[in-house]
């Protein structure tokens, strides 16, 4: 049976529960590429679909391998060279990769892999430490007024989302966006520590990253880049802070490059049924990740229409 065949067929049966064990036996072993270090949204989102893939029966096993650094582009780069036409091969990506390879012009770009799906979005919330003499973003901002470098911002990669709302943020409260002093971290895993070390000012990542902390106290949210509050998150916005920011993630899945379009099909077919699975809706629910399904045509225009709004942003705010 043809491997794209028998993907479909597998997806189907997964869908109604009715896989035999003789075909989970036979499905396929992904290789899944997380781009950046343990701990970070990249790193929880690719494990979770791994284990969706799992336990829906989709994959008998999926191995991870964290190449982190560059806002993506070390991973991307390996990713590219080393899975050309390995139709078990799926790479964990985003917004914050878009971001990177503007700024960061790296020789390998994300259209060189094979776009697959967007499965999430999320914001991004600004947290002090614990220990920070600071309360609120407005104390923040007026630091920022009266000495830009004297704030230090901690996040992902240049170019990621948290930079780039930080930038915004400089720009709409009418301070030198170039002057902003911004700490990049090559995962998540890092960036939390420096948090809770007290060695940045202020953080930013996705609200499901901070979670765990915000609840023990060891870090106080001061303001969330949505254009609402979070559902059951007593978190405010910018905008109801008057600093006019909004600014969203989302993480997706590419493929390897030199797939065919059958395998392609396959592969997607392979993540929307596992976004169907019950362990995907629990890890929605676990890390308070909004579900943005797109696949296909659709998803491939959406990385062409973001790469260009993204852009524009970035010039916007003074970054490129």
Same mark, same amino acid.
């Given at each position: 049976m043809r491997r794209d065949t028998f993907l479909?067929?597998?997806?189907? $049966?997964a869908a109604t529960g009715a896989l035999p064990m003789s075909a989970w036996a036979a499905s396929p072993n992904i290789k899944m590429m997380i781009p950046a270090n343990p701990g970070g949204g990249w790193d929880?989102?690719?494990?979770?679909? !791994?284990?969706? $893939?799992?336990?829906?029966?989709l994959a008998?096993?999926?191995?991870?391998?964290n190449k982190g650094g560059a806002a993506g582009a070390i991973g991307l780069a390996q990713f590219v060279n080393a899975s050309k036409g390995d139709p078990n091969a799926l790479m964990v990506m985003?917004?914050?990769?878009?971001? !990177?390879?503007?700024?960061?012009?790296?020789?390998?770009?994300?259209?060189?892999?094979?776009?697959?799906?967007?499965l999430t979005t999320e914001y991004n919330v600004f947290v002090l430490p614990e220990s920070s003499p600071f309360k609120t973003m407005?104390?923040?901002?007026?630091?920022?007024?009266?000495?830009?470098?004297?704030?230090?911002? !901690? +996040?992902?990669?240049? !170019?990621?989302?948290?930079?780039?709302?930080?930038?915004?943020?400089a720009r709409e409260v009418g301070v030198d966006a170039s002057k902003i002093n911004y700490v990049p971290f090559r995962g998540g895993g890092e960036a939390t520590a420096a948090i809770l070390g007290g060695n940045v000012t202020v953080g930013g990542s +996705?609200?499901?990253?901070?979670?765990?902390?915000?609840?023990?106290?060891?870090?106080?949210?001061?303001?969330?880049?949505?254009?609402?509050?979070?559902?059951?998150?007593?978190?405010?916005?910018l905008k109801e802070q008057g600093i006019n920011v909004v600014l969203g993630n989302w993480r997706g899945v590419y493929a390897a490059?030199?797939?065919?379009?059958?395998?392609?099909?396959?592969?997607?077919?392979?993540?929307?049924?596992?976004?169907?699975?019950?362990?995907?809706?629990?890890? $929605?629910?676990?890390?308070?990740?909004?579900?943005?399904?797109?696949?296909?045509?659709?998803?491939e225009d959406f990385?062409?229409?973001?790469?260009?709004s993204l852009r524009a942003t970035m010039v916007k705010a003074g970054m490129i």
């Open positions: 479909k067929s597998l997806a189907a $049966l929880t989102t690719g494990r979770a679909l !791994g284990k969706a $893939l799992q336990d829906a029966n008998s096993a999926v191995t991870y391998e985003g917004a914050v990769m878009l971001g !990177g390879i503007i700024t960061g012009k790296p020789p390998v770009s994300i259209t060189q892999a094979t776009p697959i799906a967007r407005k104390d923040v901002v007026e630091a920022m007024k009266k000495d830009p470098a004297s704030v230090k911002w !901690g +996040g992902g990669s240049r !170019g990621s989302t948290e930079h780039i709302a930080a930038a915004m943020i +996705g609200y499901s990253e901070f979670q765990q902390y915000i609840e023990a106290g060891k870090m106080k949210p001061i303001g969330v880049t949505s254009e609402a509050r979070l559902k059951g998150i007593a978190i405010p916005t490059p030199g797939i065919s379009a059958a395998e392609r099909k396959a592969l997607t077919d392979m993540v929307i049924a596992a976004t169907k699975s019950k362990a995907w809706q629990e890890a $929605l629910e676990k890390n308070n990740w909004t579900p943005a399904l797109l696949a296909g045509k659709e998803f990385v062409d229409n973001s790469f260009a």
